[in-house]
């Protein structure tokens, strides 16, 4: 009788529960990884969403105006400065926001003042520039919108300007959208077809901490050996099928900028990538395609050949995400694809050009 009450009172050794600890503490080890994942996969999956919504808000503008939204609006003469590629301009983002569920904002907005270049700017649309939108935050970028990073950093989104490297060059772009305050392209632009044209891609907001990863970038005034690189902007396209030479003047500035920023030199004053939804400005709202989405090879958001303050306003600016291994891309016909980091460069150059006349096969990204 003491000998069965005995072996049912016993209880667990230090051992064994030490066993069940120990697999208790690998299944929570295996199970973590896949936790995190399927969260990484459900806001990859919104971030899919903002992007379609945002293409197909392109096209219903297009429906009416039968064009796209020009990529940065002539900045307004009131309490900003006059000319586009400058301060105070309002973005392709500000122009579809009717067409974003967000007419309420869009009727708030006072376009005869801008956006960032006067205090008198700032206090008409203060309410209006400051606004966080979900449709313009990539819920896998921890700092956009929270203003961690530079400024309000609170756009995810750019719009294309295909493989054209002077922001503001005075002549348009290769892409679907320019910068210049003037151009506004439509469908009957895109004779590369709308299916293998890039419209918009995600891009990390800059954190200001400096040289991280796919985050920041360089800003500085060329070396005289490397001007060309500001110079190649005046190529327009930089591809050898425009210029001779041109896509070694690229690579050449693509070496140049990543041997700053592996060195850690040359820092810009603020690492201002998305910055603002509403103001137009390369880096703020428009990206172009020349680097791979998040290459391990140009491992930098951003480069400017011309200045030492602002990343922003380079001569590169490069789409990037948190997700592992590329970026979801918007294309001009409105469907969305994540497109790899390991896509070849001549095809995401081919990629962002609206009209070059490459044939490209959906396989090839």
């Known amino acids: 009788m003491n000998a069965k009450r005995s072996a049912r009172g016993r209880g667990f050794t230090l051992i064994e529960l030490l066993v069940v600890i120990a697999i208790i503490a690998v299944l929570i080890a295996l199970l973590l990884p896949a936790v995190q994942a399927a969260r990484e996969a459900a806001r990859r999956t919104q971030c899919v969403n903002n992007l379609k919504q945002i293409a197909l808000s392109m096209h219903n503008y297009h429906d009416q105006g039968q064009s796209f ?3 940065v609006t002539k900045a307004a003469a009131g309490g900003s400065y006059g000319y586009a590629p400058l301060w105070g301009a309002w973005s392709a983002q500000a122009l579809l926001l009717p067409f974003l569920e967000q007419a309420p904002l869009f009727a708030a907005a006072n376009f005869n003042w801008g956006t960032v270049a006067s205090s008198q700017a700032l206090l008409v649309n203060g309410t209006v520039i400051n606004a966080n939108l979900a449709a313009f935050l990539c819920p896998s970028d921890g700092l956009s919108g929270t203003g961690g990073g530079w400024g309000q950093a609170n756009n995810n989104y750019m719009g294309s300007t295909g493989t054209t490297t002077r922001p503001g060059n005075g002549i348009g772009t290769t892409g679907v959208f320019a910068d210049n305050g003037v151009n506004a392209y439509g469908i009957a632009h895109v004779t590369d077809g709308t299916s293998n044209t890039v419209a918009f891609s995600e891009s990390l907001v800059g954190d200001n901490t400096h040289f991280t990863k796919w985050r920041d970038g360089v800003a500085t005034t060329a070396p005289s050996s490397y001007t060309r690189v500001s110079g190649c902007g005046s190529y327009y396209q930089c591809d050898d099928a425009e210029v001779p030479g041109g ?15 592996t060195q850690r030199q040359n820092n810009p004053r603020n690492e201002d990538k998305g910055w603002r939804w509403a103001t137009g400005f390369k880096g703020w709202n428009l990206f172009n395609t020349i680097v791979p989405p998040n290459s391990p ?28 291994g590329g970026c979801n891309v918007a294309f001009a016909d409105g469907s969305v694809h994540f497109v790899k980091s390991t896509i070849d460069m001549r095809t995401w150059w081919a990629l962002g050009t609206r009209a070059n006349g490459e044939v490209l096969s959906a396989d090839s990204y």
């Open 297 to 324: 090879t140009y491992p930098w958001s951003g480069c400017r050949a011309t200045a030492t303050g602002e990343v922003a306003n380079g001569h590169f600016e490069n789409a990037t995400s948190n997700h592992p």
């Open 69 to 71: 939204p020009l990529g």
């Open 247 to 261: 896509s070694s003047i690229i690579l050449q500035g693509l070496q140049w900028c990543s041997g700053l920023f």
